[in-house]
Nanobody
Framework: QVQLVESGGGLVQAGGSLRLSCAASGRTSSYYAMGWFRQAPGKEREFVSAISWRGTTTHYADSVKGRFTISRDNANNTVYLQMNSLKPEDTAVYYC???????????????????WGQGTQVTVSS
């Protein structure tokens, strides 16, 4: 079992930056692909970004490509999402997700992941 805890959310003006962190604890000795999703009020949870266990494969939603960067530090069991040039439409609760997978796997669907954090609120004011 793996526990995921997000942090780093907050209120920022449009054009600003935030860095989200996702710390994993528990059975972290296995290989885990990780992803970030977000959910705005009244909308479905959507894919934002994902990274393979080795960190060599990364994927982004078109809406964040060029502005967000996902990375990971396996030694410290932490995944990051650097968010730059934030827009009001980026406002949502951001969730970290994980699943046991091969070295290069990345998933885009919520059903691809087994473990979820509690979420962290990101609010971008105009």
């Amino acid at each position: 079992q793996v526990q995921l805890v997000e942090s780093g959310g907050g209120l920022v003006q449009a054009g600003g930056s935030l860095r989200l962190s996702c710390a994993a604890s528990g059975r972290t000795s296995s290989y885990y692909a990780m992803g970030w999703f977000r959910q705005a009020p009244g909308k479905e949870r959507e894919f934002v970004s994902a990274i393979s266990w080795r960190g060599t494969t990364t994927h982004y939603a078109d809406s964040v490509k060029g502005r967000f960067t996902i990375s990971r530090d396996n030694a410290n069991n932490t995944v990051y999402l650097q968010m730059n040039s934030l827009k009001p439409e980026d406002t949502a609760v951001y969730y970290c997700a994980g699943r046991r997978a091969g070295f290069y796997y990345v998933g885009h669907q919520t059903s691809d992941y087994d473990y979820w954090g509690q979420g962290t609120q990101v609010t971008v004011s105009s």
